[in-house]
T-cell receptor, first 114, second 114 residues
Framework: AQSVAQPEDQVNVAEGNPLTVKCTYS??????LFWYVQYPNRGLQFLLK??????LVKGSYGFEAEFNKSQTSFHLKKPSALVSDSALYFC????????????FGTGTRLTVIP | DGGITQSPKYLFRKEGQNVTLSCEQN?????MYWYRQDPGQGLRLIYY???????QKGDIAEGYSVSREKKESFPLTVTSAQKNPTAFYLC?????????????FGQGTRLTVV
């Protein structure tokens, strides 16, 4: 069965420092991996995805994520955090075995401290 | 201006009442989805539809009903059988049934039982 784990409920980082939001997954086939961001009382905005190819994926707003098959991880990163990056981040996974669903993690709240 | 529109943004329901949440998209997407978001639980799939006049139950369909009479519209009815309906509801759509494409989300409807 597919599942996603975001081990940290909260991540705090100082403005200008690099940030990492962790995600590990479990799927029965090859994974399709996604990161979304949610601002208060808003819907989810797509950041980036990994389908195949290069393990380092670049997305919106300077975010990137690294796919690591051996560790079944897809951590979200940014070299220099901005206060405006403060939000709730969701990792999601779908395998290619046929299930038409996107499984979400429980979310990680990122706070960037000025 | 293309996108997904959910209405209303806030909705209050008395116990025992049915309420319907609206979701409209003008992205020409075939697939549409309803998710429920509760604090600390991520997003859980209620129903999804890949084509008009067809829909499938997700993980937490009990107490909910949907229809897909038009490609653009996928309303969700929260019935009196749903025992704990207070939550944030998110509608999403995608070009295919989430094979390798990201989902686009509406801004959400916050439902509160009073």
């Amino acid at each position: 069965a597919q599942s996603v784990a975001q081990p940290e409920d909260q991540v705090n980082v100082a403005e200008g420092n690099p940030l990492t939001v962790k995600c590990t997954y479990s799927v029965s086939g090859n994974p399709y991996l996604f990161w979304y961001v949610q601002y208060p009382n808003r819907g989810l905005q797509f950041l980036l995805k990994y389908i195949t190819g290069d393990n380092l994926v670049k997305g919106s707003y300077g975010f990137e994520a690294e796919f690591n098959k051996s560790q079944t991880s897809f951590h979200l990163k940014k070299p220099s955090a901005l206060v405006s990056d403060s939000a709730l981040y969701f990792c999601a996974v779908r395998d290619n075995a046929g299930a038409n669903n996107l499984f979400f993690g429980t979310g990680t709240r990122l706070t960037v401290i000025p | 201006d293309g996108g997904i529109t959910q209405s209303p943004k806030y909705l209050f329901r008395k116990e025992g009442q049915n309420v319907t949440l609206s979701c409209e998209q003008n992205l020409n997407h075939d697939a549409m989805y309803w998710y429920r978001q509760d604090p600390g639980q991520g997003l859980r799939l209620i129903y999804y539809s890949q084509i008009v006049n067809d829909f499938q139950k997700g993980d937490i369909a009990e107490g909910y009903s949907v229809s897909r009479e038009k490609k653009e519209s996928f309303p969700l009815t929260v019935t009196s059988a749903q025992k704990n309906p207070t939550a944030f509801y998110l509608c999403a759509s995608s070009t295919q049934a989430l094979v390798n494409t990201e989902a686009f989300f509406g801004q959400g409807t916050r439902l509160t039982v009073v």
